[in-house]
């Protein structure tokens, strides 16, 4: 709305703006901004070949620690990130490596697996400002947005963290996550300290006490220097083997 004034007019209202981030609009962008905070030379997107063509929609307007706010991008755009020796390192968890290393049954010392608890649906949720013309003097006011897939007939809602505000990308996006979540994940203990396995890295192996063939992705990898062995964790998928042999 308009008033008068006495040397001309004043204008009344909100102001609505939008615009592009200085910083840049892909998740490739985002995490050579996070890498340059953190002072780190090098990002390495190797095993995230798709990052730079990922656009994301994301701004903060209170104080949040760096590393807890990339944490929440990454978990929401389905990929992973590693900090170690200067670098950075990004994930997609929707990559499948051709190359993989095998772990012989002999060297497993335990396997453990989890099946996943079933989700009905995945949803990004997010609220948009919208003027409201209606009132004077006009206003921007909030709207709840939300992009929702079904995954099972039960089960609860696992809501994911959005990454942007275009509807087709968030639900391409909850529909990479749906592939991940799905799986089931794996622990394996195996004898030594495994220094060549890395976060990302595929793993192939026969448990045969199980049973089962492995196939699965490294997502955590923890060290036991006394007990000489690395626990290794992540996503994948298990086949049962067929047994030929007559006891």
Do not use: H
């Not at 903060?60 to 807890?68: G, N, R």
């Not at 809501?159 to 622990?187: A, C, F, G, H, W």
Request: aromatic fraction near 8%; hydrophobic fraction near 35%; glycine fraction near 6%.
């Amino acid at each position: 709305g308009t008033t008068g004034a006495e040397n001309g007019v004043v204008l009344l209202g909100t102001a609505y703006v939008s615009g592009i981030s200085s910083n840049g609009q892909t998740l490739a962008d985002f995490f050579v901004y996070v890498a340059q905070k953190l002072n780190i030379t090098n990002v390495n997107f190797t095993l995230a070949p798709d990052a730079s063509s990922t656009n994301i929609q994301q701004w903060v307007t209170t104080q949040t620690k760096l590393i807890d706010y990339a944490g929440q991008v990454a978990e929401g755009s389905n990929y992973l990130f590693e900090i170690k020796n200067d670098e950075l390192k990004v994930i997609d968890r929707s990559i499948t490596p051709t190359e993989f290393i095998t772990i012989e049954n002999k060297d497993i010392v335990s396997s453990a697996y989890k099946i996943p608890y079933p989700a009905k649906a995945f949803r990004a949720k997010w609220s948009e400002k919208i003027p409201n013309t209606t009132v004077t003097p006009s206003q921007i006011e909030d709207r709840p947005v939300s992009v929702m897939i079904s995954n099972s007939p039960t089960g609860k809602i696992v809501d994911v963290p959005y990454v942007t505000e275009n509807i087709d990308d968030q639900r391409s996006i909850l529909n990479s996550i749906k592939d991940i979540l799905n799986k089931p994940v794996i622990d394996l203990v195996v004898g030594d300290v495994r220094t060549d396995i890395k976060i990302g890295n595929r793993i192939k192996a026969i448990r045969e006490e199980d049973g089962l063939s492995i196939d699965m992705i490294v997502r955590t990898i923890s060290y036991d220097f006394s007990g000489l062995s690395t626990k290794i964790s992540g996503d994948g998928s298990i086949i049962t083997i067929e047994q030929t042999s007559v006891y």
